[in-house]
T-cell receptor
Framework: TQLLEQSPQFLSIQEGENLTVYCNSSSVFSSLQWYRQEPGEGPVLLVTVVTGGEVKKLKRLTFQFGDARKDSSLHITAAQPGDTGLYLC??????????FGAGTQVVVTP | DTAVSQTPKYLVTQMGNDKSIKCEQNLGHDTMYWYKQDSKKFLKIMFS???????INETVPNRFSPKSPDKAHLNLHINSLELGDSAVYFC??????????????FGEGSWLTVV
């Protein structure tokens, strides 16, 4: 049973469009992290959100943590081909156990 | 310098063999992990060590045995390999446990194919 559900599983858009990836759970996490993984490499951390309702911005990426700390979203504005990759959300409990979602494969075409 | 390095990057082996994957981190971190990523890209934790002590041991067949000779190394030994063991195995490290908001740094992965 997956604790974290990501949607959509796959997203193909054109350069300049906006996109949103969702990460939902019935569990409460002490923190939630978003990673991007490119082919042949390990996941790379993009952001960590800790406080319910928190919003963090990283250039064209906006991350939001739900008020109840059970869900999160990642919004990319004016997507570029360099944003192509597998986006993974991961929830951490207080013991350091990180549970990953199944990932959203994003493809941005020029 | 690579922060988290694991070897080998690719490994093709026959069923029934025993193999090891080695991992080293040069970040001075206290916590190290092994994750398994299956063909559907689902990443699942297997083990975690903090200061050489096992702190997370998920439901993993006992054919998998981690060994941490020191804080900078966490190796994974797999006995009697099965077809279902084919996956990408990622080593990772963080200053302290992930739940405390610490950044986890992943290695580049070891592609294991069992034939």
């Amino acid at each position: 049973t997956q604790l974290l559900e990501q949607s959509p599983q796959f997203l193909s858009i054109q350069e300049g469009e906006n996109l949103t990836v969702y990460c939902n759970s019935s569990s409460v996490f002490s923190s939630l992290q978003w990673y991007r993984q490119e082919p042949g490499e390990g996941p790379v951390l993009l952001v960590t959100v800790v406080t319910g309702g928190e919003v963090k911005k990283l250039k064209r990426l906006t991350f939001q943590f739900g008020d109840a700390r059970k869900d999160s979203s990642l919004h990319i504005t004016a997507a570029q081909p360099g944003d192509t990759g597998l986006y993974l959300c991961a929830g951490a409990d207080s013991w350091g156990k990180l549970q990953f979602g199944a990932g959203t494969q994003v493809v941005v075409t020029p | 310098d690579t922060a988290v390095s694991q070897t080998p990057k690719y490994l093709v082996t026959q069923m029934g063999n025993d193999k090891s994957i080695k991992c080293e981190q040069n970040l001075g971190h206290d916590t190290m992990y092994w994750y398994k990523q299956d063909s559907k890209k689902f990443l699942k934790i297997m083990f975690s060590y903090n200061n050489k002590e096992l702190i997370i041991n998920e439901t993993v067949p006992n054919r998998f045995s981690p060994k941490s000779p020191d804080k900078a190394h966490l190796n994974l030994h797999i006995n009697s390999l099965e077809l279902g063991d084919s996956a990408v195995y990622f080593c990772a490290s963080s200053q302290d446990r992930a739940g405390l908001g610490n950044t986890i740094y992943f290695g580049e992965g070891s592609w294991l194919t069992v034939v």
